[in-house]
């Protein structure tokens, strides 16, 4: 029986059900009036009903009676039970909301239908069908029996229908690796229980869903009540991400004391923060809005995570690949030590014999085709030196038609290098009474035409490359490492796991990094940096013990050998996997830039490496060099933050690119004997004047012709589809502009090579197929596209997957592997593939 006390006025204050099991109702009635706002003054009958579960209950609720639902279940220590309150209101248009307050032994739950959600701007939708899940606090006893009441109430004068009923959630608590499937509505959300097992430290939860809207989000909650489970505090602890068809996210026992959480699952009242459309937008503030059908069926599985010794054996993986190389580069570097060590031995030998038996073998096998043999006529005046042959010079000419340099001629090159080591100073021709126009500007080049600079001048000017990217690596390093560690924090504190575009499905954590995999695959860019500047120094010592020796071959044979640029190189390989690593900290697009950042740095050394090989005295600077890279970088930065859908600025960004091109054409074209002054334009109508109408005469230098023609195409293509297509990801189109210079100049090279009767050797020849073999394999693996930061964080995770390499390696992390191997495999290309000429005299070796 139900027993009630009444006031004087006949309002209800206390009221009790089976005495010692129910207490009063004072906390109901001070509830109810704070929650309206106002005090009820008027006579309420409370009417309390016993109720069991799984049976819907029809009634009607004014201003004047209250009704109470009492329920009462066996809770258990070791078996949790998940209890659903659902409602409907089943009157049109009532006067007022019906307040619902679920309380329990430690929780109250309340909740008013209509239940009002708020959108974007503030936009309200109303949901007449509500279902809320009761959190479970956790019982010390073995099994004991629990009470909870569901109180109805409105201040609505006339009565509002309703129904209500509360039953049993099938499969709370999530089993591992059984997958469980539910409905969810805004108004009607979902949690479950997990609880972890015995030696189980860490699990993926995932979620999955057949479509992509409505738009949901995905939370993981410590034990506690209440359950934020509504779109609009579900962001308010633990770790949430928004979802279209997947999401995952790593837990780890260590992050909850209770062994066990809550998965959570809301559908939000809009899609927009899942990149949905925004259908309307109301100019009434106060205006209720119907949300529609928001349904959403999804499937919950809870994975095991690898354990410590999937973890060691990826690391073990990692070092072992890239040791691998150290181990044979050394082996490498002791058979071609042995082989120089019979070579010297044989030219001992040879110095012992007479000069007749010598004879024979100068130049044996090292001359290449002579340059009129290749695109040109033999046109002796127009290719000759400017500087008057001699007699001494005639005497020293062999029989294939070459000059030996003559030894008063040597001495004195030597001489000079032993003077000012002043770059301003050796920008003359050696004969100081000719201009260096007049050899730069002859219709075939030799390197010892460009060659003319004092070695330890050029040797200060490349160096300076090398001082100036170690110095941009500090500056620019430090900052970034500082924000990236803020990032991270701010992830690891909110809990929000939108601000982060990892591959979740393979994200491996370790201490406070979320992703620790793709961390430790860019551990391959920093070994082999580390390796190439090695072998650098370890060519650059033996160069130098040559001059010491004065040996002729490393004074007057082969490319000029500059190291500054290679060291640049390798550091800016090291700098690569440092920042790669940072940006994969927590990828996003505001710090995409540092991943991409020494990839420029990268494509731009190569290039002038490739220049400086044949083009010694006139490469550019290491400052102008810099300075060309970092306004690349600025427009980077530019195009990621307002290169999104604005014309103008792809408008402009297409202008300076062609300009700039045309600008460099000219530069390489006229080997830089040429001026950009206010006659530019004058000289250049003449030209056309002269060459193109008056006589019609094709170019002077036709090689140079065909790939500046060939360039010049390819760039105009590349800013002509940025103009068209706009592509989202412009730090990545940037690459690809530089990328494609790259490759089109090395194929140039190595034709070039070729074609002018020189010799490719067998290690430079393995390096550059082994290194294009690579490329293809990584580029495969890149083209993936695990995550994007182009779309929204719920739209990345679509593409998602699990990992493919030792259950801890994704797609990237292979990429990264293979991308390090194959920039090392191109470092070394461009070191060795002119190790043929080591032993041709420079007078010998063509300019292209």
């Given at each position: 029986?139900?027993?009630?006390w009444?006031?004087?006025?006949g309002?209800?204050?206390?009221?009790?059900?089976?005495p010692?099991?129910?207490s009063c109702?004072g906390?109901?009635l001070?509830t109810?009036h704070v929650?309206?706002?106002?005090?009820?003054?008027?006579t309420?009958?409370?009417?309390?009903?016993?109720?069991?579960f799984?049976?819907?209950?029809?009634?009607?609720?004014?201003?004047?009676?209250?009704?109470?639902?009492?329920?009462?279940h066996?809770?258990?220590?070791?078996?949790?039970e998940?209890?659903?309150?659902?409602?409907?209101?089943?009157?049109?248009?009532?006067?007022?909301?019906?307040l619902?307050?679920?309380?329990q032994?430690q929780?109250?739950l309340?909740?008013?239908?209509?239940?009002?959600l708020?959108?974007?701007?503030?936009?309200?939708?109303?949901?007449?069908?509500?279902?809320?899940?009761?959190?479970?606090?956790p019982?010390?006893?073995?099994?004991?029996?629990?009470?909870f009441?569901?109180?109805?109430?409105?201040?609505?004068?006339?009565?509002?229908?309703?129904q209500?009923?509360?039953?049993r959630?099938?499969?709370?608590?999530l089993q591992t690796?059984?997958?469980f499937?539910?409905n969810?509505?805004?108004?009607?959300?979902?949690?479950?229980?997990?609880?972890?097992?015995?030696?189980e430290?860490?699990?993926?939860?995932?979620?999955?869903?057949?479509?992509?809207?409505?738009?949901?989000?995905?939370s993981?909650?410590?034990?506690?009540?209440?359950?934020?489970?509504?779109?609009?505090n579900?962001?308010?602890?633990?770790?949430?991400q928004t979802?279209?068809?997947?999401?995952?996210?790593?837990?780890?026992?260590?992050?909850?004391p209770?062994?066990?959480?809550?998965?959570v699952v809301?559908?939000?009242?809009?899609?927009?923060?899942?990149?949905?459309p925004?259908?309307?937008?109301?100019l009434?503030?106060?205006?209720?809005?119907?949300?529609?059908?928001?349904?959403?069926?999804?499937d919950v599985?809870?994975?095991p995570a690898?354990n410590?010794?999937?973890y060691?054996?990826g690391?073990?993986?990692?070092?072992?690949?890239?040791l691998?190389?150290?181990?044979?580069t050394?082996?490498?570097?002791?058979?071609?030590?042995?082989r120089?060590?019979?070579?010297r031995?044989g030219l001992?030998?040879?110095?012992?014999?007479?000069?007749?038996?010598?004879?024979?073998?100068?130049?044996?096998?090292?001359?290449?085709?002579?340059?009129?043999?290749?695109g040109s006529?033999?046109?002796?005046?127009?290719?000759?030196?400017?500087?008057?042959?001699?007699d001494s010079m005639?005497?020293?000419?062999?029989?294939?038609?070459?000059?030996?340099?003559?030894l008063?001629?040597?001495?004195?090159?030597r001489q000079?290098?032993?003077s000012?080591?002043e770059e301003?100073?050796?920008?003359?021709?050696?004969?100081?009474?000719s201009d260096?126009?007049?050899?730069?500007?002859?219709?075939y080049?030799c390197?010892?035409?460009?060659?003319?600079?004092?070695?330890?001048?050029?040797?200060k000017?490349?160096?300076?490359?090398f001082?100036?990217?170690?110095?941009?690596a500090?500056f620019?390093?430090?900052?970034?490492?500082?924000?990236?560690i803020?990032?991270?924090?701010?992830?690891?504190?909110?809990?929000?796991?939108?601000?982060?575009?990892?591959n979740?499905?393979c994200?491996?954590?370790?201490g406070?990094?979320?992703?620790?995999?793709?961390?430790?695959s860019?551990l391959?860019?920093?070994?082999l940096?580390?390796?190439?500047?090695?072998?650098?120094?370890?060519?650059?010592?033996l160069?130098n013990?040559?001059l010491?020796?004065n040996?002729?071959?490393?004074?007057?044979?082969?490319?000029p050998?500059?190291?500054?640029?290679?060291?640049?190189?390798g550091?800016?390989?090291?700098?690569e996997?440092?920042?790669?690593?940072?940006?994969?900290?927590?990828?996003?697009?505001?710090?995409?830039?540092f991943?991409?950042?020494?990839m420029?740095?990268?494509?731009?050394?190569?290039m002038?490496?490739?220049?400086?090989?044949?083009h010694?005295d006139i490469?550019?600077?290491?400052?102008?060099?810099?300075?060309?890279l970092?306004?690349?970088?600025?427009?980077s930065?530019?195009?990621?933050v307002?290169?999104?859908?604005?014309t103008?600025?792809?408008?402009?960004?297409?202008?300076?690119?062609?300009?700039?091109?045309?600008?460099l054409?000219?530069?390489?074209?006229?080997?830089?004997?040429w001026?950009?002054?206010?006659?530019i334009?004058?000289?250049?109508?003449?030209?056309?004047?002269?060459?193109?109408?008056?006589?019609?005469?094709?170019?002077?230098?036709i090689?140079?012709?065909v790939?500046?023609?060939?360039?010049?195409?390819v760039?105009?293509s590349?800013a002509?589809?940025?103009?068209?297509?706009?592509?989202?990801d412009?730090?990545?189109?940037?690459?690809?502009?530089?990328?494609?210079?790259?490759?089109?100049?090395?194929?140039f090279?190595?034709?070039?090579k070729?074609?002018?009767?020189?010799?490719v050797?067998?290690?430079?020849?393995?390096?550059?197929?082994?290194?294009?073999?690579?490329w293809?394999?990584?580029?495969?693996?890149?083209?993936?596209?695990?995550?994007?930061?182009?779309?929204?964080?719920?739209?990345?995770?679509?593409?998602?997957?699990?990992?493919?390499l030792l259950?801890?390696?994704?797609?990237?992390?292979i990429?990264?592997?293979l991308?390090?191997?194959?920039?090392?495999?191109?470092f070394?290309?461009?070191?060795?593939?002119d190790?043929?000429?080591?032993t041709i005299?420079?007078?010998?070796?063509?300019?292209f």
């Amino acid at each position: 029986m139900s027993n009630c006390w009444r006031s004087r006025r006949g309002t209800v204050f206390s009221c009790g059900f089976e005495p010692g099991l129910f207490s009063c109702f004072g906390v109901l009635l001070l509830t109810t009036h704070v929650l309206y706002g106002e005090a009820n003054t008027n006579t309420s009958v409370v009417v309390q009903k016993d109720a069991q579960f799984d049976i819907t209950y029809l009634d009607t609720v004014t201003s004047e009676n209250q009704t109470i639902y009492a329920f009462n279940h066996t809770v258990s220590k070791n078996k949790t039970e998940g209890v659903r309150v659902s409602v409907e209101l089943l009157s049109e248009r009532p006067n007022g909301p019906v307040l619902f307050v679920v309380r329990q032994k430690q929780a109250v739950l309340s909740f008013q239908v209509p239940l009002i959600l708020r959108g974007l701007y503030q936009r309200k939708y109303q949901y007449t069908q509500v279902g809320r899940t009761l959190c479970q606090p956790p019982t010390l006893a073995l099994s004991e029996m629990q009470f909870f009441y569901v109180d109805v109430s409105t201040l609505s004068t006339s009565g509002v229908h309703y129904q209500l009923r509360v039953s049993r959630v099938e499969s709370f608590t999530l089993q591992t690796d059984k997958k469980f499937t539910f409905n969810a509505t805004p108004s009607q959300p979902q949690f479950f229980k997990y609880v972890f097992p015995d030696g189980e430290d860490t699990v993926i939860v995932k979620v999955n869903s057949q479509k992509n809207f409505p738009c949901s989000v995905m939370s993981i909650q410590d034990i506690q009540c209440p359950v934020y489970d509504l779109d609009n505090n579900v962001a308010f602890i633990g770790m949430y991400q928004t979802m279209t068809k997947t999401g995952a996210i790593t837990v780890q026992r260590k992050d909850f004391p209770s062994n066990s959480f809550y998965v959570v699952v809301v559908v939000k009242t809009e899609d927009e923060a899942c990149g949905g459309p925004l259908k309307f937008y109301s100019l009434l503030p106060d205006e209720l809005l119907d949300a529609g059908n928001r349904s959403k069926t999804l499937d919950v599985v809870v994975s095991p995570a690898i354990n410590s010794n999937v973890y060691i054996m990826g690391v073990l993986f990692c070092l072992g690949i890239f040791l691998s190389f150290y181990i044979l580069t050394f082996l490498v570097a002791c058979i071609e030590n042995k082989r120089l060590h019979r070579k010297r031995a044989g030219l001992l030998k040879a110095a012992d014999m007479s000069p007749a038996e010598t004879a024979p073998l100068l130049g044996k096998g090292l001359s290449p085709a002579s340059p009129y043999e290749y695109g040109s006529f033999a046109d002796n005046g127009s290719t000759m030196s400017s500087e008057p042959v001699t007699d001494s010079m005639a005497s020293a000419e062999t029989n294939d038609g070459y000059m030996e340099r003559p030894l008063d001629v040597v001495g004195r090159c030597r001489q000079e290098s032993l003077s000012s080591v002043e770059e301003d100073d050796y920008d003359t021709l050696a004969d100081i009474d000719s201009d260096k126009n007049i050899v730069r500007t002859k219709k075939y080049l030799c390197v010892s035409d460009l060659a003319r600079k004092d070695k330890r001048v050029l040797n200060k000017k490349y160096q300076i490359y090398f001082w100036n990217i170690a110095t941009i690596a500090v500056f620019y390093a430090l900052p970034v490492i500082q924000l990236v560690i803020t990032y991270q924090t701010v992830v690891n504190v909110t809990g929000n796991q939108d601000i982060c575009y990892y591959n979740f499905l393979c994200a491996h954590p370790l201490g406070a990094l979320s992703s620790f995999n793709n961390i430790l695959s860019n551990l391959g860019y920093v070994m082999l940096g580390l390796l190439f500047l090695l072998i650098v120094l370890q060519r650059d010592i033996l160069h130098n013990r040559a001059l010491m020796r004065n040996d002729t071959p490393a004074l007057e044979c082969g490319i000029p050998k500059h190291f500054g640029l290679f060291y640049a190189m390798g550091t800016a390989l090291m700098m690569e996997g440092l920042l790669s690593a940072c940006y994969h900290v927590c990828p996003n697009y505001t710090n995409f830039q540092f991943d991409t950042s020494f990839m420029y740095m990268i494509a731009g050394l190569c290039m002038l490496k490739l220049y400086q090989k044949r083009h010694p005295d006139i490469n550019a600077s290491a400052y102008s060099a810099y300075a060309c890279l970092a306004a690349v970088i600025f427009f980077s930065v530019l195009g990621v933050v307002f290169g999104k859908g604005n014309t103008a600025f792809w408008v402009v960004f297409s202008v300076i690119h062609i300009v700039a091109t045309m600008l460099l054409s000219t530069q390489l074209y006229y080997v830089g004997r040429w001026r950009l002054d206010s006659g530019i334009l004058r000289r250049i109508l003449y030209v056309i004047y002269t060459d193109c109408i008056r006589q019609c005469s094709g170019p002077m230098y036709i090689d140079r012709m065909v790939l500046l023609v060939m360039g010049n195409i390819v760039n105009w293509s590349l800013a002509a589809y940025g103009l068209i297509k706009r592509p989202n990801d412009f730090a990545s189109y940037l690459l690809a502009i530089a990328i494609c210079n790259l490759l089109l100049y090395f194929a140039f090279y190595i034709i070039m090579k070729l074609r002018s009767g020189e010799r490719v050797l067998f290690l430079a020849l393995v390096c550059i197929l082994f290194t294009a073999v690579v490329w293809g394999f990584a580029l495969f693996f890149f083209f993936q596209g695990l995550s994007t930061w182009q779309k929204t964080p719920a739209e990345s995770r679509e593409h998602n997957r699990d990992c493919i390499l030792l259950s801890f390696f994704d797609d990237h992390d292979i990429w990264h592997f293979l991308s390090s191997i194959a920039m090392f495999g191109s470092f070394l290309v461009l070191l060795t593939m002119d190790d043929d000429l080591d032993t041709i005299q420079r007078e010998k070796i063509y300019v292209f």
